[in-house]
């Protein structure tokens, strides 16, 4: 449970930049929302994986567990949470976001040649304000990533990355248990972002 929807999700957008074609040596890969359920478990996977991790987060305190989690490199949310340019300079050979809004509308026009975004969430806001020039310029790709409507030979891929790369002190370094009178608490705590990583309730306490 420590894994959960969040990490499964996180796992099918690593899976589709895999597919793509995003290849270890390309460059740095984006997570966006890096301190989250998504974004924690999918920078522990993309470093497992040996890819080049930078993590965005709005916690600046959470920069040495990111890099814990094998981030190379972490990045003040900021940068990419405000209106920018439709083309930028290139840096992402891939992004996972989890974050949408401003935040994807950057990540895409910054992404390489021919690179990939795989979008699962909307944290910031459920629009999406870009152009269409990082797709006919730069033959980026944006791929949707929907946990549901998923057949039984890719969750069990999923999952088989998961158990390979993530599970262990990784998994257990981003994971708090709580009782389940403790739960409410916790909700309100998730939606005022002071929730980080995956949050485990033993509803036997
Ligand atoms: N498509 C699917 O099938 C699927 C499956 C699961 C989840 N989701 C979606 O994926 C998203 C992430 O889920 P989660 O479980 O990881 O949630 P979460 O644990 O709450 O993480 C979301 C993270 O986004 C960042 N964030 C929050 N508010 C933001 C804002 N206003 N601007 C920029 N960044 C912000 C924060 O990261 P930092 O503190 O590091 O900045 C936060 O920890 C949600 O929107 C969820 O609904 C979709």
Redesign the pocket.
């Known amino acids: 449970m420590a894994l959960g ?2 990490g499964y ?1 996180a796992a099918l957008c690593v899976m589709a930049l895999q597919k793509h074609g995003v290849a270890r040596g390309d460059g740095e890969v984006l997570v966006t ?7 924690s478990v999918a920078t522990a996977l993309l470093a497992g994986l040996g890819y080049a991790v930078t993590a965005s ?3 600046p305190e ?1 920069k040495a567990c990111l890099e814990g989690l094998g981030a190379a490199c972490v990045i003040d ?1 900021t940068e990419l ?1 405000a209106p920018g340019k439709p083309l930028q300079k290139e840096r992402w050979a891939g992004v996972v976001d ?2 949408g809004s401003h ?1 994807l509308a950057n990540a895409c026009a910054a992404t390489k040649w021919n690179g990939a975004v795989a979008v ?5 806001g459920a629009d999406f304000p870009s152009t269409v020039m990082p797709f006919i310029l730069r033959g980026v790709t944006l791929y949707g ?4 409507f998923v057949d039984n030979a890719k969750r069990a891929l999923a999952w088989e990355l998961l158990a390979k790369h993530v599970v262990g002190p990784k998994l257990e370094a981003m994971t708090n248990e709580i009782a389940l009178s403790r739960a409410i608490r916790a909700a309100s705590d ?1 939606l005022n ?1 002071k929730l ?1 990583g995956r949050t485990v309730v033993d509803v036997n306490q």
Do not use: D
């Open positions: 929807t969040a999700t929302g890096a301190s989250g359920g998504v974004g987060t709005g916690r959470e949310r949470s989890a974050v935040t699962c969430g909307l944290a910031q990533i929907n946990c549901v998730l972002a980080k």
